[in-house]
């Protein structure tokens, strides 16, 4: 079957580091995304990662280790505002065509 | 370039009745899903649509239904609304290729509370 986990709380203070693990196991892996959701509204596009390593974008940056079935997002500098789940979802590729996963999410509280 | 958008964005229903709620892709997207988000389930995929074909369906009972018109807007349907049924529904669109390199973008939602 397809799996996917992810912590479901974490806090962090402001100014901080913290990073949000996921592990996954899904066959026709075709790419990982992170997913940022505010209560109350829409996910929003973070990162995408296909390839091994280290994607880097501001003060986020997405791991991905597809051996071990591996991802992390890394939210540097944290700000109030950056409390909110996080989402990460696996595409995965089968019958022609491609299906996004979505795990959980991951309810991160930053605190002053 | 205009975003996903949904319509309507709040509604309340009573239980038995059926709703239809709509989404509107990004220009030049083919691809639309769906799905509900509860606070205990998370996200949870209801089905996919891409030139007007059903794609794939997720684990939901045969009340929960959808189609895509030929301009790629979608809309789904929920019949005989259960109070289990409230939820925040999020349709998404994607360019879609084989490549895999697209990315899925989230409307707004639509709140359905049933009472």
């Known amino acids: 079957g397809q799996n996917i986990d992810q912590p479901t709380e974490m806090t962090a203070t402001e100014g901080a580091i913290v990073q949000i693990n996921c592990t996954y196991q899904t066959s026709g892996f075709n790419g990982l995304f992170w997913y940022q959701q505010h209560a109350g509204e829409a996910p929003t596009f973070l990162s995408y990662?296909?390839?091994?390593g280290l994607e880097e974008k501001g003060r986020f940056s997405s791991f991905l280790s597809r051996s071990k079935g591996y991802s992390y997002l890394l939210l540097k500098e944290l700000q109030m505002k950056d409390s909110a789940s996080y989402l990460c979802a696996v595409r995965v590729y089968s019958g022609g065509y491609n299906k996004l996963i979505f795990g959980a999410g991951t309810r991160l509280a930053v605190h002053p | 370039k205009a975003g996903v958008t949904q319509t309507p964005r709040y509604l309340i229903k009573t239980r038995g009745q059926q709703v239809t709620l709509s989404c509107s892709p990004i220009?030049?997207?083919?691809?639309v899903s769906w799905y509900q988000q509860t606070p205990g389930q998370g996200l949870q995929f209801l089905f996919e649509?891409?030139?007007?074909?059903?794609?794939n369906k997720g684990n939901f009972p045969g009340r929960f239904s959808g189609r895509q018109f030929s301009n790629s807007r979608s809309e789904m349907n929920v019949s005989t609304l259960e109070l289990g049924d409230s939820a925040l529904y999020l349709c998404?669109?994607?360019?879609?290729?084989?490549?895999?390199?697209?990315?899925?973008?989230f409307g707004e939602g639509s709140w359905l509370t049933v009472v």
């Open positions: 220009s030049g997207h083919r691809s």
């Open positions: 990662n296909v390839l091994d």
């Open positions: 649509y891409f030139s007007e074909t059903q794609r």
């Open positions: 998404a669109s994607s360019l879609e290729s084989r490549s895999g390199g697209n990315t899925i973008y």
